[in-house]
């Protein structure tokens, strides 16, 4: 039989090529937790039913809590030849207490087994994420409430569009992170039913207990269609759907802040900490960290599109195209483990220029709006006409090479006669911050209350 746990009608040996394809135990030997886990919960159900002995299962779980302590230790052997971690696993049992270890796979197939713990994998570490957000949620509060009526620029297309304050321009990512967390939330609550039981497809002829195993692993309730219970991957797929938007989100604050500490915005500062120099160029301060950040995007929406491509087109129930499952989802998790801790840590680092974000808020007649609209509210002129005059105004500004707050009197009433020196008070950014009042606008009174809103939800 040699040392195949499946080699009962085999004569001969795997080809080493044939191996080689096969073996994922370098890539799930990191479930081994989750499996040894499972195989404790089957094996207690299998006693609790009478399917094996008691005496029988206590010998199994004392053998699996010494497998526990050798994989924490570092002894356990791990083998390449017995492919993945489950056979890697009951092939040590065997050695450590003989052949009653075999009991332990009756009713339980490979199958069902990945499945599960894959699945137990997949929402832990959505778990991690969830709280992960949290933080960065929380990190970006702090930093919102500092920056309540700290002016910037607003842009559109980069270019100078209104003022806005940067605790509102923070509390912008409370919102999409926010949303990446309830998207994970849901995915938790959806993938939370244990596919262990549905052995290798077709369910068991013994009179397992799946709602115990379900309830021992925390699980809401067993899988309800055997087939599906060992072929489906939404869980992963759709963790990754959802790490893959929240990459996007952080990849756009990771260019914000790039852009930001140019030494031509000048708007923030990374520390020491968070910045790297050049091997060559002295003067250099590089926000690498919020580089990456902005690239482990391309890893976590591939690996996406790795997983959908594979699981497309399989026939049910489980074919081994499903083994390309796990190291997608691993690389997506880690880079994104990586990338919301280290927009964590520069969220808290940076420094904002007060001065000079101010004084960009009220450049590039960023204020135009607010006059369109004085002319609107004081005089009123329908929006399209003053959209027009205050064309003017900019345009004559542009040629004297000043604001529109030093334009004089004349030179308004020149292109609207009814214009009073009231309207100075509308174009300074503070006073065009302070009167965006409509709810989830950038006045520093609305920026607070949607802080508050945020602080309240998370206690
Ligand atoms: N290593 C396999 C995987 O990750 C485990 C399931 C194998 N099942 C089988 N029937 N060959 O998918």
């Not at 599109?305 to 594979?310: E, F, N, Q, R, Y």
């Amino acid at each position: 039989q040699g040392q195949k746990m499946w080699g009962g009608r085999f004569t001969a040996r795997p080809d080493e090529i044939m191996q080689a394809i096969n073996v994922s135990i370098d890539v799930d030997k990191r479930l081994w937790q989750q499996d040894l886990a499972g195989s404790k919960a089957h094996c207690a159900m299998l006693a609790k039913q009478g399917i094996i002995s008691s005496g029988d299962s206590q010998i199994i779980l004392n053998g699996l809590e010494t497998i526990t302590a050798e994989i924490e230790d570092g002894t356990f052997p791990f083998r390449a030849e017995f492919e993945d971690i489950h056979m890697n696993v009951e092939a040590r049992l065997r050695e450590l207490v003989g052949p009653v270890s075999g009991r332990l796979h009756t009713a339980r197939s490979r199958n069902d087994q990945v499945a599960t713990d894959f699945r137990l994998w997949v929402r832990d570490q959505v778990d991690i994420t969830i709280q992960q957000l949290y933080d960065l949620q929380g990190a970006l509060l702090k930093r919102a409430e500092e920056y309540a009526d700290a002016l910037m620029p607003g842009f559109t297309h980069l270019q100078p569009a209104q003022p806005v304050t940067f605790g509102h321009h923070l509390m912008a990512y409370v919102e999409m992170f926010g949303r990446d967390r309830s998207r994970f939330v849901d995915a938790r609550a959806r993938m939370n039913e244990n596919p262990l039981g549905s052995a290798a497809l077709a369910g068991s002829p013994f009179p397992i207990d799946r709602h115990d195993t379900a309830k021992t692993l925390g699980f809401d309730r067993p899988t309800g269609n055997s087939l599906d219970g060992v072929s489906d991957r939404d869980f992963a797929l759709e963790s990754l759907s959802h790490a893959a938007i929240c990459a996007g989100h952080l990849s756009r604050l990771a260019e914000e802040i790039v852009i930001w500490t140019t030494p031509y915005f000048n708007f923030i500062r990374l520390s020491d900490a968070f910045s790297t120099g050049s091997s060559i160029m002295p003067q250099k301060r590089n926000p690498d960290a919020a580089e990456l950040v902005r690239a482990k995007t391309g890893r976590i929406t591939g690996s996406l599109i790795a997983l959908s491509t594979v699981m497309k087109g399989l026939p049910l129930a489980y074919s081994k195209d499903m083994q390309e499952d796990k190291p997608p989802v691993f690389e997506a998790f880690d880079a994104l483990d990586l990338a919301i801790r280290a927009m964590t840590g520069m969220v808290l680092d940076l420094q904002a220029n007060r001065e000079r974000m101010a004084a960009a808020a009220g450049a590039g007649f960023s204020t135009a709006t607010d006059l369109a609209d004085w002319l609107v509210r004081n005089l009123g002129i329908p929006f399209r006409d003053a959209h027009h005059i205050t064309g003017a105004a900019v345009k004559l500004a542009e040629t004297q090479g000043v604001d529109l707050a030093q334009l004089s009197l004349s030179d308004l009433q020149n292109l609207e006669a009814r214009i009073t020196d009231d309207v100075y008070k509308v174009l300074t950014p503070e006073a065009s911050c302070a009167s965006r009042q409509s709810y989830g606008g950038t006045a520093p009174d609305q920026v607070r209350l949607q802080i508050q809103r945020w602080k309240d939800l998370r206690s």
